[in-house]
């Protein structure tokens, strides 16, 4: 029997999946708001050189961060899913320990070496920036070690908590040196050092340290965790080197100025990024608990649902983005990047092809298929790097994009295809219909030599009419809802009439 579109035996599971989804979107949506008002700001008080260069600092600092990772934070969650409490310890401290030695080698590889190669690889003049990098990605690693943790024990409440205090720290940190006409370089990347800090100090406040705390002795759990995590890592870096090859190369081929122009583009997907990442939060240990309890019919009912309901929902934001383009980069930003408009709309379309494909990626890793992530995302690093190479130099900043939306289609097929090998089927229509009809509105727009407003306005509305006429998950999906806000509005009522009866 069904309820919308949803089995009732599922309501149990749903209902804590939908409580913690909204537990930690409602967080990121606010630390989303707060970031895009601090990029606003250094967008527009910054040069585009200088934004640049601080853009590039970031983007290694981060890549430092997934080089010292192991793939130990999705291990993490994996492996403290279900796990007894002397187990949790032994896991929990192993992982710290493997994380901190890895942290080390790399901080003195860069200590050692990093002013003699790094700006030596990008025309932007950061050597004289490069000793707070260091203390960025070993804050951060640290800080998204114990986030991993309260991911993997279902602390979604104190997750959003920590991240909305954290972004908030960020934005009057940035208010306060605007306003100090302090804007520069070096003062934002102690802004970020602080931020890390603070965050991390807020972290130990909810998480456990004293009670997890041991000496790791179990050389079982070591190989476990390696073994399981030794194919995630290598996909971490290839899905940096995917994600941030672009900016690299940007970097390398083009100018600080073209770095700045393509970074603005992307901060909007960007933002959609975060709140894709707070779904996963709770999407990777609900899927792993189904598969793991050898429930893979609702495990694959419950990945296709998910996969068209977020493909319908990107790519709705998608139309909003290219039709309104350069309001919208103007409005965020300022006037300076209007030439970055349809990069801008372009990259928020890929992103919403390459997230279905990072969705079914976290679907095969739930299913004990660790090693597959790595095969996809280095046949999509390929071709990002050799398209980069290829399309930058005759493009500018939208070869980048070209090169993105060939690694995305790319990594859908692998992963559709690996998938279906695993033994669970994606319905490749139900998430594919989307692109589909936002393609047939473009084709459209542009025909009519798309300039008028109210047609652009039509256009937008015409995706979710065709989107509920044309695709039962979303209809589904809308009663699953609606059912829900009605049975909650009608306890609302009865405790009123109840509190009036007292």
Not at 221 to 240: A, C, E, H
Not at 411 to 419: A, D, E, K, T, V
């Amino acid at each position: 029997m069904r309820v919308g579109g949803f089995c009732i035996m599922d309501k149990q599971f749903l209902s804590r999946f939908l409580k913690g989804s909204a537990s930690t979107s409602s967080g990121t949506l606010v630390t989303i708001l707060f970031h895009f008002v601090s990029m606003m700001v250094l967008a527009r008080y910054m040069s585009k050189e200088d934004f640049g260069t601080y853009s590039l600092i970031i983007v290694i600092g981060h890549g430092l961060q997934i080089l010292s990772g192991l793939g130990l934070n999705l291990t993490m969650v994996k492996f403290l899913s279900g796990e007894i409490k002397a187990e949790k310890k032994q896991i929990f401290s192993s992982i710290l320990l493997l994380r901190s030695v890895q942290l080390a080698v790399v901080t003195l590889f860069v200590l050692a070496l990093g002013d003699r190669f790094l700006p030596v690889l990008f025309e932007a003049d950061i050597g004289p920036h490069l000793a707070f990098v260091p203390g960025i990605f070993v804050l951060a690693s640290l800080r998204e070690l114990l986030f991993h943790y309260m991911q993997g024990e279902r602390k979604f409440g104190p997750y959003a908590v920590v991240q909305v205090v954290s972004a908030l720290i960020r934005l009057v940190s940035i208010g306060v040196f605007l306003f100090m006409d302090w804007l520069v370089i070096d003062y934002l990347l102690w802004i970020e050092i602080i931020t890390y800090g603070l965050s991390l100090v807020h972290l130990m406040i909810w998480v456990p340290l004293r009670d997890l705390l041991t000496v790791p002795r179990d050389r079982a759990i070591f190989r476990s965790i390696l073994g399981f995590g030794s194919p995630l890592y290598f996909n971490d870096i290839l899905t940096y080197i995917y994600n941030r090859t672009s900016v690299l190369l940007i970097g390398g081929l083009l100018t600080p100025i073209s770095v700045a122009m393509y970074e603005v583009a992307s901060k909007v997907p960007e933002g959609f990024g975060r709140l894709f990442n707070s779904l996963i939060v709770v999407y990777f240990p609900s899927m792993s608990e189904l598969l793991r309890d050898g429930k893979t019919e609702m495990a694959e009912q419950f990945m296709n649902r998910s996969l068209a309901i977020v493909s319908a929902a990107l790519i709705m934001a998608s139309s909003v983005t290219y039709f309104f383009r350069e309001e919208m980069i103007t409005l965020l930003f300022s006037e300076q990047y209007r030439s970055a408009a349809l990069v801008f709309a372009l990259l928020m379309i890929n992103f919403s092809l390459n997230t279905v494909s990072r969705l079914m990626g976290y679907t095969i890793v739930a299913a004990g298929y660790s090693s597959v992530p790595v095969r996809v995302n280095l046949v999509s690093s390929i071709l990002n790097v050799v398209g980069c190479l290829f399309f930058l130099p005759r493009f500018g900043e939208l070869g980048a994009v070209y090169s993105l939306f060939a690694m995305s289609v790319a990594s859908q097929f692998l992963n559709h295809r690996y998938l279906t090998k695993a033994g669970i089927h994606a319905t490749f229509f139900s998430y594919v219909r989307p692109i589909v009809i936002l393609a047939v509105l473009i084709g459209v727009y542009e025909l009519l030599g798309g300039t008028s407003m109210w047609l652009r306005v039509a256009m937008i509305l015409a995706f979710p009419v065709l989107c509920w006429a044309l695709m039962p998950e979303v209809r589904s999906a809308g009663r699953f809802v609606g059912g829900h806000a009605m049975t909650a509005r009608g306890k609302l009522s009865r405790s009123i009439r109840g509190a009036g009866t007292v």
